[in-house]
């Protein structure tokens, strides 16, 4: 079902907590933009699969229960980030499912942009 309201908690390194809302079939990349959250340098390539700085890091759990597993293309996008971790996507491939709601995922300290390496 569409435009039903999601929430979405990114956590920042520094502790922020920025709680916010994103609708069914948005991407993370999405929601960040949609709200004009300030992550400097997040979705540079505007989710062309390019950049990497979309990385975003889920709760096991979480990540477990994403319903898509990621592509080739994301997994390649993926190696260029830092701070990759076992739980790690990049946001702007993640589409948001009513089951996402109240999801919490992590903003890595470092965003890199692949395109600048
Ligand atoms: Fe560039 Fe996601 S926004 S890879």
Known sequence: QLHQDVNVTFLRANGQKIQTKGKVGD????VVVNNHIDLDGFG????????STCHLIFKTADFEKL??????????????????TETSRLGCQITLTKDMDGLVVSVPATINDARSA
């Open 27 to 30: 991407t993370l990349l999405d």
């Open 44 to 51: 540079a390539c505007e989710g062309t699969l390019t950049c």
């Open 67 to 84: 319903p898509d597993k990621a592509s080739d293309e994301e997994l390649d996008m993926l190696d260029l980030a830092y701070e990759l």
